[in-house]
């Protein structure tokens, strides 16, 4: 669901380049990551925020949007950075 989220958003640009370039990161982060590792209410976090969103560019609250995206990113950042301080606790 989180991929498909920011699939569609990147999609709405009918830019090719940035839809290679999403392909990359996802088989990158994706495929390669134990999720499992993430904090579990980060989920439900990611999805309260996609779901704000997407509300926000429905309604076109551009700016809104904006910083939300942009608190989204530094989150998301975080906890994969959590995530692969886990994965190393792990090896």
Known sequence: MDA???WQIAAM???EAILRQLR???EHSYLRSRVELLPPR?????ATQHEAIYGMIKDRKI????KTIAAHIREAKEAKLLM???ERADQ
């Open 24 to 26: 990359s990161i996802f």
């Open 84 to 86: 692969l301080s886990r």
């Open 63 to 66: 700016a809104l949007a904006k």
């Open 13 to 15: 640009s009918k830019n």
């Open 4 to 6: 498909e989220f920011h």
């Open 42 to 46: 980060r989920l439900l976090i990611t």
